[in-house]
């Protein structure tokens, strides 16, 4: 697992009810290794997030959803495909930034800003 997979892990499982660790443990493991392959196809994220919804506490769903919406939106982005600078915190990590501007870790919904 990467920085900014274990972040998500982290991320992910603090919304998961008590007793759905283990249900969502896998599925993480399947998205994780399917993006060995390169960005997860919106239809991907869509199907861990329907397998997701049910085990996350229902106050999480909302944030569930808003963080796969930012990993399609990444998915669908390319490289320098953006001026520097026109995006928020979250947004994609591409490598059109300069050294020490841009942290992977920072796309990672739940992240911790600094």
């Known amino acids: 697992m990467n920085p900014g997979q274990q972040h998500f892990h982290d ?4 919304m998961v009810q008590p007793g759905n660790e283990t249900a969502a443990e896998t599925i993480l493991a ?6 060995e392959a390169g960005p997860l196809a919106p239809e991907e994220v ?5 397998q997701l919804t049910p085990l996350v506490k229902p ?7 808003n963080a796969a919406s930012r990993m399609k ?3 669908t982005h390319e490289p320098g ?4 600078g026109d995006h928020m915190h979250g947004d994609h990590p591409h490598g059109d930034h300069g050294p020490g501007q841009w942290h992977h870790e920072d796309s990672v ?4 800003p600094n």
Request: proline content about 6%.
């Open 46 to 50: 869509d199907a861990a997030v329907a």
């Open 73 to 75: 939106e990444m998915a």
């Open 59 to 65: 106050e999480s769903v909302a944030e569930l959803q």
């Open 11 to 14: 991320f992910l499982m603090s």
């Open 109 to 112: 919904p739940g992240a911790n």
């Open 81 to 84: 495909d953006h001026p520097h």
């Open 30 to 35: 399947n998205s994780f290794a399917k993006q």
